[in-house]
């Protein structure tokens, strides 16, 4: 079992940047690749990030590479997006996700879940 909290959502202007962390107890996430979705109000959950647990092989949506960056520090087991030039469109509630498993883009697959954070975007 793991318990997964999110934190360092808010409000933030079209093109600014927001770092959101994950912080894990219960069991290290040393053993889970981590990933990041993220839900807008009336849509379903949708997949932004995952990384590995080895910290390597990110893989990003296309709505946000070259935006967004994964990372994570299993020493602190914590996982973080760092989120830049953000857009309206990005608005959502992030949630950080653990699989015990490989790398997955897909809901089904993760096993943990947080309670979300909430992002959102001014034009």
């Known amino acids: 079992q793991v318990q997964l909290v999110e934190s360092g959502g808010g409000l933030v202007q079209a093109g600014g940047s927001l770092r959101l962390s994950c912080a894990a107890s219960g069991r290290t996430i040393g053993s889970y690749a981590m990933g990041w979705f993220r839900q807008a109000p009336g849509k379903e959950r949708e997949f932004v990030a995952a990384?590995?647990?080895?910290?390597?092989?990110?893989y990003y949506a296309d709505s946000v590479k070259g935006r967004f960056t994964i990372s994570r520090d299993n020493a602190k087991n914590t996982v973080y997006l760092q989120m830049n030039s953000l857009k309206p469109e990005d608005t959502a509630v992030y949630y950080c996700?653990?699989?015990?498993?490989?790398?997955?883009?897909?809901?089904?697959?993760?096993?943990?879940w947080g309670q979300g954070t909430q992002v959102t975007v001014s034009s």
């Open positions: 996700a653990a699989d015990w498993g490989a790398l997955s883009v897909r809901v089904g697959a993760y096993d943990y």
């Open positions: 990384i590995s647990w080895t910290g390597g092989s990110p």
